[in-house]
T-cell receptor, first 112, second 115 residues
Framework: EPEVTQTPSHQVTQMGQEVILRCVPI?????FYWYRQILGQKVEFLVS????????KSEIFDDQFSVERPDGSNFTLKIRSTKLEDSAMYFC??????????FGPGTRLLVL | DQQVKQNSPSLSVQEGRISILNCDYT??????FLWYKKYPAEGPTFLIS?????DKNEDGRFTVFLNKSAKHLSLHIVPSQPGDSAVYFC??????????????FGTGTLLAVQP
């Protein structure tokens, strides 16, 4: 069964450093998303991406964040200058034209 | 912003019995609802969904009921199995079929199925 994959599974970084989280969505999906879950809190929407551009972004997704689909398979989330409060599980998801979103296993980001 | 609420943080059920997980929402624009199951340190796993034009959707042991007038949905699992023990999230979206489809999640309910 096709699945969304994410790398790395864990990332530890120093405050102020740049991180890139990688995702390979399900191959025939057209919509891509990033969500995050801070420990003990809800899963929160960050950004959606369709047709090579951002469809919608939340207020969390400020200028420090960017997304890119550099080739036909990868979908990346970049945080330019990490802050302590960026520590969270980051989930990538994808969906077909309409319907349910399928999530990857997540990347646990720890900012020290 | 509590647009999607799961008021029971936990639920304990005996194996073989029915598990009923509840979810309430406040935004009338939501037209698509989903249930996800999540194990620790894993991503949410899609279980079942329902659009606002229906009031029931069934898939094996899982049934989701939608009461639009009450802005309430529930997930029934029958019979419950120990492997069902996990956190269950309710999620909702609006503009079904649109390019956005962002999901708004509830806080989750931890289901424990006792053997």
């Amino acid at each position: 069964e096709p699945e969304v994959t994410q790398t790395p599974s864990h990332q530890v970084t120093q405050m102020g450093q740049e991180v890139i989280l990688r995702c390979v969505p399900i191959s025939n999906h057209l919509y891509f998303y990033w969500y995050r879950q801070i420990l003990g809190q809800k899963v929160e929407f960050l950004v959606s991406f369709y047709n090579n551009e951002i469809s919608e972004k939340s207020e969390i997704f400020d200028d420090q964040f960017s997304v890119e689909r550099p080739d036909g398979s990868n979908f990346t989330l970049k945080i330019r200058s990490t802050k302590l409060e960026d520590s969270a599980m980051y989930f990538c998801a994808s969906s077909h034209i309409t319907g349910s979103q399928y999530f990857g296993p997540g990347t646990r980001l720890l900012v020290l | 912003d509590q647009q999607v609420k799961q008021n029971s943080p936990s639920l304990s059920v005996q194996e073989g019995r029915i598990s009923i997980l509840n979810c309430d929402y406040t935004n009338s624009m939501f037209d698509y609802f989903l249930w996800y199951k999540k194990y620790p340190a894993e991503g949410p796993t899609f279980l079942i969904s329902i659009s606002s034009i229906k009031d029931k959707n069934e898939d094996g042991r899982f049934t989701v009921f939608l009461n639009k007038s009450a802005k309430h949905l529930s997930l029934h699992i029958v019979p419950s199995q120990p492997g069902d023990s996990a956190v269950y999230f309710c999620a909702a979206s609006s503009n079904y079929g649109g390019a956005t489809n962002k999901l708004i999640f509830g806080t989750g309910t931890l289901l424990a199925v006792q053997p």
